[in-house]
């Protein structure tokens, strides 16, 4: 036995040593208990000893590792291809099932269709004939004629849900047993559609499922409707709506989009919130649901009350406000109800706001639209806003640009109402300061002119606002006011509750003239003011923000200022010298100086610095100033700095409301006046 196995691996290395490409071609090895063998064609080797001969250039592979076919073999047969067998075994299917489809006849099936819906649902549905066909390839297209399916037992009208001459829906096959099936296309014909849905979600147009308020399980992205009505109620929001649509006479091309011509005509009326509406809208063949790519054209003309809406482009949702590009125009006149504008905008009619308006996803873009408020207020803005008012991602936030603006402050003021006489100015109403936390906003207002008062107190404004996180940032404020300037800043931090609130403001040449009416009428003093306001407050109301303010406020006369004699006289209790005014009325006396500096703590400004000087009088000031409350009580003494005949020892003390000031003389407090740097 050991010199067979000697001979065997002796012819081993010797066919191994000749470089036998064949040592592996046959087929089959058997294994003994004394080791591997050959069959009687092959030569016998020991597995432990099996070595791979380096591969040659005409060898080919085989399955096995590090295994090659001999030069001389015969390749293995070709494999049938797999994939083309399988596509044709695919498309036989398809076929058989599409001729099943177009020569089966479904009428069959209304005996199962009817009981399933009546199991379901326990609602009746009936029809005439019913096809099922294939349209856009794989797509399955069930038709019915002279469907009717009944409504719901508790709804509201007692006519049938659909009652329809003809309907079509083609089904996406790639949606079918999913969790949303999805239909491309519905068309009706001399259909009659009632659908009402409850406030707690019912709603009577889930046939299969009649009790499900939960989200819906089919979308429709299309509707194709001809000679067909809806009534619709939605008890959740208070709507009801009739909406009926017929063929226009002929065509119309809307401009800009000549693929889209408008080809029905809308005619609807109804309800929200106890709001009547009623309106027309010409559109195109399709109506799209579902912001999806595909588009439809309208020409829309809306009213409720005072208010008319009128848009004319392309959107791409009937349902929910998709995307669109449209021009548009919004107006309110006369003396109906204007909503759903808000109250403080409804009072400026007559309103109008035309312009382009885009919308893509949650950014909506209006582009040179032209604002008109009242009669003499008006703007164009350029604004983009991004967002939801419906959720609060993404946040939303606003860009506008405003030029070209002109405010009538007097229709504005006399739309915003004035207090009564015994109310106080400063309004204890809730400012909307939380709103400040619902967006951001970058706001570019350019130059606006200011009209409608009749000192002309206000020439124009400009200043760039910004809102991030609930903090108001009104920047490079720049004002023409009163024939001067006023320059600077407000900050609102409106984070939390109460709202913190900071002013700083320069004013330079300010005209006295044209601060107040009374100086301008009488000439008693002339000149220009320059101030500095530097305020914090803490408030949620304008009488809260002013009864927490503190900071202080500077006011002086620049170089040049003067006052009448008389007024002159006047303040320093000089007899003698008003005497003289009474025979010459237009004389003039030069202020030196004139400056005050308040001090204001919760509301009350308290003089830090006073001084007013003349050439023959000097003031000293003392009191306090009750913003809050709008009260002065004040005492001025005068000083003569040159003799005086017929002067008097005594103080002017002024003590009331602001509109209603009541003077008296009063002992001299001694108090000394502060005097003019030299």
């Excluded at 294939?134 to 399955?140: T, V």
């Excluded at 919004?330 to 759903?340: D, T």
């Excluded at 606006?448 to 000192?455: K, L, P």
């Excluded at 927490?548 to 170089?559: C, F, I, K, M």
Aim: proline share 6%.
């Amino acid at each position: 036995m050991a010199g067979a196995d000697r001979g065997r691996s002796a012819d081993y290395r010797q066919r191994r040593a000749a470089g036998s490409s064949d040592l592996f071609a046959q087929d089959a090895f058997r294994r003994t208990p004394d080791g591997w063998r050959a069959d009687s064609r092959q030569a016998a080797f020991r597995p432990a000893r099996l070595r791979c001969a380096p591969p040659t250039p005409t060898a080919r592979r085989v399955p096995c590792r590090r295994m090659r076919l001999a030069s001389g073999s015969a390749p293995p047969p070709a494999r049938p291809p797999r994939r083309s067998r399988a596509l044709r075994i695919a498309l036989g299917v398809l076929l058989a099932l599409a001729a099943v489809c177009w020569a089966f006849d479904w009428n069959w099936c209304r005996p199962l269709i009817q009981h399933f819906v009546m199991s379901r649902s326990g609602r009746s549905i009936a029809f005439d004939d019913m096809k099922v066909h294939f349209r856009h390839g794989l797509d399955p297209t069930i038709e019915f004629h002279g469907l009717t399916i009944q409504n719901a037992p508790w709804a509201a009208s007692r006519a049938p849900f659909l009652h329809a001459g003809r309907l079509a829906a083609t089904l996406s096959w790639r949606s079918l047993g999913s969790d949303m099936t999805v239909i491309d296309l519905i068309e009706l014909d001399d259909a009659q559609v009632d659908m009402e849905r409850l406030a707690d979600g019912l709603r009577n147009w889930r046939i299969t499922r009649p009790d499900d308020r939960g989200p819906p399980h089919v979308r429709v992205l299309a509707l194709d409707a001809r000679n067909s009505s809806l009534h619709t109620i939605h008890r959740g929001i208070g709507l009801e709506a009739q909406v009926s649509t017929t063929p226009l006479p002929a065509p119309v091309t809307l401009a800009g989009h000549p693929d889209l011509p408008l080809t029905r005509l809308l005619t609807f009326h109804g309800q929200f919130r106890d709001d009547p509406f009623e309106g027309t809208a010409q559109v195109s063949d399709l109506l799209a649901f579902g912001a999806t790519p595909r588009q439809f054209s309208l020409r829309l003309d809306a009213r409720s009350g005072a208010v008319r809406l009128e848009a004319s482009g392309v959107s791409n949702d009937a349902h929910a406000l998709g995307d669109l590009d449209c021009d548009v125009r919004l107006s309110a006149a006369g003396s109906g109800a204007a909503k759903p504008l808000p109250e403080a905008l409804a009072r400026l009619r007559p309103l109008l706001a035309e312009g382009h308006v885009g919308k893509a996803g949650d950014r909506w873009t209006g582009t040179d639209v032209h604002l008109h408020a009242a009669r003499h207020t008006s703007a164009v803005v350029d604004a983009t806003f991004t967002g939801s008012f419906k959720s609060e991602t993404p946040r939303r936030t606003l860009k506008a640009t405003l030029r070209d603006a002109v405010v009538d402050v007097g229709e504005l003021s006399a739309a915003r109402g004035k207090p009564a006489a015994e109310e106080h100015a400063l309004s204890t109403q809730p400012l909307p300061l939380a709103r400040l936390r619902e967006l951001d906003a970058d706001i570019d207002l350019r130059p606006a002119r200011i009209t409608g008062t009749e000192s002309g107190l206000v020439q124009s404004v400009r200043t760039h606002a910004t809102l991030a996180s609930g903090v108001l940032s009104v920047q490079a404020l720049d004002a023409a006011v009163a024939g001067g300037r006023v320059t600077g800043g407000l900050k609102v931090d409106a984070t939390r509750a109460p709202a913190d609130v900071a002013v700083d403001l320069e004013a330079r040449g300010l005209r006295v003239d044209a601060l107040s009416a009374t100086l301008a009428a009488n000439g008693a003093l002339a000149g220009a003011v320059d101030g500095r306001v530097a305020l914090k407050s803490r408030g949620e109301s304008e009488r809260a923000l002013v009864s927490g303010a503190s900071g202080s406020v500077t006011v002086s006369l620049a170089d040049g200022a003067s006052v009448s004699r008389r007024l002159d006289a006047k303040l320093g209790l000089n007899g003698g010298e008003w005497l003289r005014t009474l025979f010459d009325k237009a004389a003039r006396v030069p202020v030196q100086c004139a400056a005050a500096t308040l001090a204001l703590e919760h509301g009350v400004a308290t003089p830090r610095r006073f001084v007013f000087e003349t050439p023959d009088t000097a003031l000293a000031a003392q009191g306090s100033v009750d913003i809050v409350n709008e009260t002065l009580d004040a005492t001025l003494t005068p000083v003569h700095k040159t003799a005086a005949l017929l002067a008097l020892d005594k103080s002017i003390h002024a003590e009331g409301p602001w509109h209603g000031l009541k003077f008296k003389l009063v002992p001299a407090s001694g108090d000394a006046p502060q005097r003019c740097a030299r």
